[in-house]
């Protein structure tokens, strides 16, 4: 982890970047503690605590840009030109905001189109991948199912989504199977997570 600490005049934006690691705010102030600081002034105002606020709007993002305006930070003084002073440092790659670890399950049916997708700067990373049949109300149209099988298709699905922020696949079943029956009746089930 390392610290950032800044003073951003009223009326200006805050950038706050961590290239691919969380913001993790320490603190953050607004209003005029010093005459000396961002357009010096005679005017004094006492500061308001605006982390909750700043929290809300960049905590566990990469990168983040905000307005210091009074619409969004508030008035703690009218008629006083403000400043924003605040800390933050990058945390870890486990606290990223919204980190979709959980495993995802896609169904497609034989002649779809199997689209994932990970919200950048996520990526894919297939789990399992299978091809076939485990039960007969999944993808049934025009299907005649007396039948179950099952062929791995992680190779397949590994070799196009792996390490990628989206990607689609058209399943056909040659791609899956040499298996007639279940090249006939088969549907592709996709697991995967965004890390």
């Known amino acids: 982890m390392f610290g950032n600490n800044a003073v951003v005049g009223e009326g200006s934006y805050v ?6 690691l969380p913001i ?4 953050a102030t607004w209003g005029r503690e010093s005459q000396d600081v961002a357009a010096p ?3 004094m105002c006492p500061n308001s ?13 990469t990168h983040c840009r905000t307005w210091t305006t009074v619409a969004s930070l508030g008035e703690p003084c009218e008629g006083i030109e403000k400043y924003l002073s605040y800390s933050y440092e990058c945390g870890d790659e486990d606290i990223v905001k919204d980190v979709e ?4 399950t896609e169904v497609v049916c034989a002649y ?38 099952d062929a791995d298709a992680a190779l ?40």
């Open 15 to 20: 950038d706050l970047d961590c290239d691919d």
């Open 24 to 27: 993790v705010l320490l603190e």
């Open 41 to 43: 002034t005679r005017d």
């Open 49 to 61: 605590d605006v982390l909750a606020v700043l929290q809300q709007e960049c905590e566990g993002e």
């Open 101 to 104: 670890s959980e495993t995802q």
């Open 112 to 149: 779809s189109r199997a689209d994932l997708e990970c919200d950048f700067p996520l990526v894919i990373s297939i789990v399992s991948a299978s091809f076939g049949r485990s039960d007969d109300s999944t993808c049934t149209e025009g299907v005649t199912v007396d039948d179950t099988c």
């Open 156 to 195: 397949v699905f590994e070799d196009v989504c792996n390490d990628r922020e989206q990607c689609e696949l058209y399943v056909h079943p040659s791609r899956f199977t040499l298996d007639s029956t279940c090249a006939s009746i088969g549907y592709a089930t996709v697991e995967f997570q965004c890390v």
